[in-house]
């Protein structure tokens, strides 16, 4: 593929707001999982929470998007100069040549939670404030996104379960390359809701203590929330500004299981070898890996062994849901953003809350930070449904 | 842009099957309501029996259109389109965290997830090919004509489009008023090939010019009634294997224009899509 430059991106985790935030959180080994203080799902677990999440209302003329989703994305979208850049690619560009392709995967659904729990007690209707096409449908980020940013391109939502925004890059590169846009914003988000807390409870594979990536005695997941967005365009002559490029994507299907990965990697696999293919980069280029690694016990085993096949022993490689949680749809474009810190910063990710690395896997794990040039990054999404997604960022040259 | 059509299809109450349903959606012959028909599902019995309805409609539609193409889906890239997943399992677990309980089934859990129609269609066809599933509310049909058509020529590859939406149960359907069951699938490819009947020109245009509609009333209602079902207008004219162009429904400010243009490289296609049409 031709490469794409990450012009300005901005994100929000519970590790803080903006980019200097997570990055200090993320060379400090500062985790931000914290025990469970969630009202709507009271469960003896740890979550990753965005602070204030909901202090910040919408109102006015966005008061009908207004759910902890789009509020957690327009945190995202106020931080970095992120609303800036992108008014400066509209003038460039024309507000109808850039795209909105953004991912979610259970978008306001919080909302709809509610209002169940306030259904008539005659007619079982829903209470006459609740605005489904904007709260609960999974286009109501990108239609939130795109009216924020005053944007009038072609833009649709992105919605496969934990592989979602890393997939959306896919998405966007296609219609950058078509010509149906010059520019994209890609990202999104994924905030706390019932429906995940208690339908990964059901599934038993639920952490009650931090979760614990590939370590030995990993006893499953954390639930993280978050939102990110990048501005994706073609590289520009001023090379100075786009320091972060996408360089290669890589999708495939597991056709094993709904939500459990196939046990050898092989959709894993597929999907890491595909973004090298697509970049034309050998394993041996690769300078740090950022794992899907959620910490169940079948999902980190299936990408070691994925991973140590690839790359053997020798690429450094860390899952960062120690810091954040499972951010659901919203961990592919922080994790990517995460990457692309990586390559800024010269640094690359330890395992907060892993104490001792799985000793039958194989990969070269990492449990502390270190400084390190890295000019090129693979990040993993996998998801549900055998969704799996490789994204493959690097320094411009 | 432009892409070839190679196979489609079509469910919806009364419209089984492509073939089938041919004659009515060209306005030859009048429709007559009965209940939606879903053939049996390709997958494992385990699997078979914890698929939501959404599931079973996509898995038909992609097997029709895939049959029709003569082409292997596990070869096949794939984009699923549905605007907002499946109404009945959602429902259900609105409807048990609403209760004291908050007891969630786990097979629930995992069929309420927007992409479990592609999960299952991997499964089902052991396919590790791409797939993405998109939503995009009322525009969600021509959202996934565009990235299937945009896929098929960025990636040089054959793409199927499944667009799909089955009805919501209240209180749901009072916010999303989606009716009946409604999908389509078509196997786009980015250049002529022995297959494709019908040349598809999408364009991208600033919304003008009214939406195309169906003259029969039973059709416009699924066209309203359903995201999926806005694709009627562009089965219609395949349908007639006639050159026009449609209009559909797109996000505020813009509109998809397709213009279809009939193709004719494969003269053992005709007779046998006569055939079918005939029922035999």
Same mark, same amino acid.
């Given at each position: ?397 | ?21 041919? &004659?009515?959606?060209? *306005? /030859? %012959? =009048?429709?007559? !309501? @009965? ?10 019995? $385990? ?10 409609? &996509?898995?038909?539609? *992609? /097997? %029709? =259109?895939?049959? !029709? @193409? ?10 699923? $389109? ?33 992409? $479990? ?164």
């Amino acid at each position: 593929m031709r490469p794409l430059a990450l012009s300005r991106f901005s994100l929000v985790t519970s590790l803080g707001v903006g980019g200097e935030a997570t990055l200090r959180a993320l060379r400090q080994a500062r985790s931000g999982l914290a025990p469970n203080t969630f009202a709507p799902a009271p469960l003896a677990t740890y979550v990753g929470a965005v602070t204030d999440a909901d202090e910040h209302p919408l109102v006015g003329e966005e008061a009908g998007f207004d759910c902890r989703n789009n509020r957690v994305a327009a945190i995202a979208l106020e931080a970095n100069g992120f609303g800036d850049a992108v008014a400066a690619a509209r003038e460039r560009y024309g507000a109808d040549r850039i795209g909105v392709f953004v991912g979610t995967s259970t978008a306001g659904i919080l909302q709809t939670e509610s209002a169940y729990r306030y259904r008539d007690g005659d007619t079982g209707a829903l209470p006459a404030s609740f605005d489904y096409a904007r709260t609960h449908n999974i286009y109501s980020l990108a239609d939130f996104v795109r009216t924020r940013l005053r944007l009038a391109g072609p833009a649709h939502a992105v919605s496969s379960a934990c592989a979602t925004t890393a997939k959306v890059f896919a998405n966007a590169a296609r219609m950058i390359a078509a010509g149906v846009c010059d520019a994209a914003i890609v990202g999104g988000a994924d905030t706390l809701c019932g429906t995940t807390l208690y339908g990964f409870h059901s599934l038993e594979v639920m952490s009650e203590e931090p979760c614990r990536p590939f370590d030995a005695e990993r006893r499953g997941i954390s639930i993280g929330e978050g939102a990110g967005f990048a501005l994706l365009e073609r590289p520009s002559l001023h090379a100075d500004e786009d320091r972060v490029l996408l360089l290669g994507i890589g999708e495939s299907s597991d056709a094993y299981h709904m939500s459990s990965p196939h046990p050898d990697g092989v959709g894993a696999r597929l999907a890491m070898e595909r973004a090298l293919a697509g970049a034309g980069f050998a394993p041996k280029e690769i300078d740090y890996i950022n794992l899907h690694g959620t910490a169940t016990l079948v999902g980190d085993a299936a990408e070691d062994r994925a991973v140590a096949e690839l790359f053997g022993a020798v690429t450094p490689c860390s899952s960062t849901k120690g810091y954040t949680g499972h951010t659901l749809g919203a961990s592919g474009i922080i994790e990517a953003l995460f990457s692309a810190l990586s390559i800024l910063n010269g640094v690359v990710y330890g395992s907060v809350h892993t104490r001792h690395v799985d000793p039958q896997f194989r990969s070269r794990y990492l449990l502390e930070s270190a400084s390190a040039r890295v000019d090129r990054v693979i990040s993993n999404s996998f998801g549900f449904g055998g969704a799996n997604c490789s994204l493959l960022l690097g320094r411009a040259a | 842009m432009r892409v070839f059509v190679e196979g489609v299809a079509v469910r919806a109450p009364g419209l089984g099957g492509w073939p089938e349903s041919r &004659a009515v959606l060209a *306005g /030859i %012959e =009048a429709y007559r !309501a @009965a209940p939606a028909e879903l053939p049996a599902s390709p997958l494992p019995p $385990a699997e078979r029996r914890r698929t939501a309805p959404t599931v079973k409609l &996509a898995l038909a539609l *992609g /097997i %029709e =259109a895939f049959a !029709a @193409a003569e082409r292997d889906p596990a070869e096949t890239a794939s984009v699923f $389109a549905s605007s907002g997943g499946d109404g009945e399992t959602i429902h259900q677990i609105l409807v048990a965290l609403a209760s004291d309980e908050r007891h969630l089934s786990p097979t629930r859990f995992h069929n309420s997830v927007h992409n $479990a129609p592609a999960g299952y269609w991997s499964i089902a066809t052991r396919s590790h090919a791409p797939s993405t599933s998109i939503g995009c509310h009322d525009a969600t049909f021509a959202a996934g004509l565009l990235e299937a058509a945009v896929q098929a020529l960025v990636e040089d590859r054959a793409v199927a489009l499944v667009a799909y939406d089955a009805g919501y149960p209240e209180p749901l359907h009072s916010v999303r008023p989606i009716d009946a069951l409604f999908g389509t699938a078509l196997v786009l490819v980015p250049s002529m090939s022995p297959r494709s009947f019908a040349q598809l020109e999408i364009e991208l245009r600033p919304q003008g010019s009214d939406f195309s509609t169906m003259a029969e009333p039973a059709l416009e209602s699924f066209r309203v009634g359903s995201p999926a079902g806005r694709s009627l207008p562009l089965l219609a004219t395949l349908a007639r294997d006639a050159a026009d162009t449609v209009m559909l429904e797109y996000i505020p400010g813009l509109m998809l224009a397709v213009s279809v243009e009939p193709v004719s490289s494969a003269p053992a296609r005709m007779p046998r899509r006569q055939d079918a049409a005939a029922g035999v």
